[in-house]
């Protein structure tokens, strides 16, 4: 394959990123606003934006509110970044080329390691991707549901909609255009979560033995959904900081046309917490519609990307009904009501069948709670609120990561939300660290979950899933130290 030349965005990223090393833009300066950015370079905003992102994800730059952007003091706690794969270099072939395998005993691995966190069950947890119960807006969702309740005292004991709640899906319909997409009420089906429309849209496009293809690393849940559909993975190679590589999914396409779906985050992807620029969503949805390939696009942490908004969906380029746009309000609002929402394009009315005969009616009170906490001036005021603490909360982290963590540990800081995925150096297990942090009552989550390939076994995730308490600071020392271990008698055994 041809190396691609390189997108402007970088080309105008590696610019600043080359000023701050040479000490022409020090710690402190402000950097040029969006608007001046695009009057000097004579680029659209989606340029800018990306640009300032990837300077934001290597830390150079760091964006105050109602301020702008800054020149980021160095700190000598930050990691390097993680290692960018190179998918062009043709001497690593395991390395370009997807993987095919078929997920057999994923599922009994996942729950062995689940059934070890219940043995242990006041463990400090920094292995969820979940905020703490404190950053959600309880006490406003509870008077909300008193209010509905006492004008609608039936709501309990009726049926429901067939598809979700009217008012509901219309206001979902609006907030899509914030996405970059139209949808009409009509074809919004109501889902319990985000996890039951992921597996609606595999069952609507395969058959069990169909290949899928998704990300590598995944989120082990949908290795899970995979194996108890029968289907089989081929695993695309994705980057730290830019998520499914755009030229290794090309590559599959040709040589696997057998491919019926391609699943994918494109925002703070699980585990890598990497956000897909706006080119390479383009690219994918243009190659699959040719394809004739189903994107999947699973897209629960959209709200939680830092920037003065959020970004656009993969959707917003689909005008073929190729894109199968999955969420929930689990991550960003209400992880109780367990609430899900999809956009089916093409495959709507399968999809509306498959969720009759799976699990009928959604709870109804849950979605009217939300279709007034979501008109309200309440909601947006809560995902800054919450951008916000979740962004001192990963600071925080990437400051004890890189005080304790040995030589060789590389991270790429997330540009929102709260998981960590760590590189630890070569031949550390991350089982070996996971069940050593465990006996100490912390819960991390190894790298080999989120593959059937066994090319993660010294990673793993991490998270600051709230305000970070004494005990957590301390509980990464303590993982520090482990780390510290493994790393020396790893070495002892190679000399």
Not at 43 to 56: D, F, G, I, M
Not at 100 to 124: E, K, N, T, W, Y
Request: a neutral charge; charged letters at 20%.
């Amino acid at each position: 394959m041809n190396v691609p030349d390189q997108p402007l965005y970088r080309q105008l990223a590696g610019h600043y990123r080359r000023s701050i090393e040479s000490g022409v833009l020090r710690p402190g300066d402000r950097m040029p606003s969006m608007r001046a950015f695009m009057r000097q370079h004579d680029v659209s905003l989606a340029t800018a934006t990306e640009s300032y992102r990837v300077l934001e994800r290597e830390s150079l730059i760091e964006a105050r509110p109602r301020e702008g952007y800054f020149v980021r003091a160095a700190s000598a706690n930050t990691l390097p970044a993680a290692r960018e794969p190179d998918w062009h270099n043709g001497s690593d072939a395991a390395q370009r080329e997807p993987l095919v395998a078929q997920f057999v005993g994923m599922h009994a691995a996942i729950s062995a390691l689940v059934a070890r966190f219940q043995q242990v069950p006041d463990a400090l947890n920094l292995g969820g991707v979940t905020a703490a119960d404190a950053l959600f807006p309880g006490e406003e969702l509870q008077k909300i549901a008193v209010r509905i309740l006492r004008r609608r005292p039936d709501l309990l004991t009726s049926p429901g909609h067939e598809r979700g709640d009217p008012q509901l899906r219309a206001v979902i319909a609006r907030r899509a255009l914030a996405a970059g997409f139209a949808v009409h009420a009509d074809d919004i089906v109501m889902t319990n979560g985000g996890t039951e429309a992921v597996n609606l849209a595999l069952r609507a496009v395969t058959q069990p033995g169909d290949t899928v293809a998704v990300e590598s690393p995944c989120f082990y849940g949908l290795l899970q959904v995979l194996e108890s559909l029968g289907l089989r993975a081929l695993e695309i190679p994705a980057s730290p900081t830019t998520g499914l590589s755009v030229e290794a999914l090309e590559f599959a396409l040709q040589q696997h046309p057998e491919l019926k779906a391609v699943v994918v985050v494109p925002h703070l992807q699980n585990p890598l917490g990497c956000v897909m620029p706006d080119a390479h969503k383009q690219r994918i949805v243009e190659l699959c519609t040719q394809a004739g390939v189903a994107v999947i696009e699973d897209d629960p942490y959209r709200e939680l990307v830092e920037g003065e908004s959020a970004p656009r969906a993969l959707k917003a380029w689909d005008s073929a009904g190729t894109v199968i746009h999955c969420t929930s309000f689990n991550k960003t609002l209400a992880p109780g009501m367990r609430v899900g929402w999809m956009a089916g394009g093409r495959w709507h009315a399968r999809i509306a069948m498959l969720k009759f005969s799976q699990s009928r009616l959604n709870e109804p009170l849950s979605q009217a709670v939300l279709a007034e906490f979501l008109q309200s001036q309440a909601h947006e005021r809560h995902l800054r609120r919450l951008r916000e603490r979740l962004r001192v909360q990963r600071e925080r982290m990437a400051q004890g990561i890189g005080a304790a963590f040995p030589e060789g540990t590389r991270f790429t800081p997330p540009p929102g939300g709260l998981a960590f995925w760590i590189e630890l150096p070569r031949h550390v297990s991350s089982m070996a660290l996971f069940d050593a942090a465990l006996a100490e009552r912390i819960r991390i989550m190894p790298g080999t979950v989120f593959s059937n390939s066994g090319r993660f076994d010294h990673c793993i995730r991490v998270s600051c899933p709230g305000p970070l308490p004494h005990s957590a600071d301390d509980a990464l020392l303590r993982i520090g130290a482990i780390a510290h271990r493994l790393a020396r008698e790893s070495a002892g055994r190679e000399a």
